[in-house]
């Protein structure tokens, strides 16, 4: 499974985000998604994650009630959806998946890994 993460950029304080994370390859029901993210200086942090028949969604309590994750599997897509965006949300952002994953929030279960995108917000 490759891993392709977009839709990162500057936005004020306040704003929205929708990233997007597209999987190639088969299966991509069969994956349980997540998103992390690492601020400069920082390790990198669980955001939110979505398991692979999607009933289950986790989140990091710092995004609770402002970040969305969703998955089209149609699309083979999982999407954030981010609002009420804060400058301590600036870090890159990075999607993963996990086989049969069930939301974890921990990123040494995730198989594979996509390059990061960029979220910057501004004060």
């Known amino acids: 499974v490759q891993l392709q993460a977009f839709g990162g950029g500057l936005v004020p304080a306040g704003g929205s985000l929708r990233l997007s994370c597209a999987a190639s390859?088969?299966?991509?029901?069969?994956?349980?998604m997540g998103w992390f993210r690492q601020a400069p200086g920082r390790e990198r942090e669980f955001v939110a994650a979505?398991?692979?028949?999607?009933?289950?969604?986790n989140y990091a309590d710092s995004v609770k009630g402002r970040f969305t994750i969703s998955r089209d599997n149609a699309k083979n897509t999982v999407y954030l959806q981010t609002n009420s965006l804060k400058p301590e949300d600036t870090a890159v952002y990075y999607c993963?998946?996990?086989?049969?994953?069930?939301?974890?929030?921990?990123?040494?279960?995730?198989?594979?890994w996509g390059q990061g995108t960029l979220v910057t917000v501004s004060s």
């Open positions: 390859g088969h299966s991509f029901s069969s994956f349980g």
């Open positions: 993963a998946a996990q086989r049969y994953g069930s939301a974890t929030y921990y990123a040494n279960q995730y198989d594979y």
């Open positions: 979505i398991a692979w028949g999607g009933s289950i969604r």
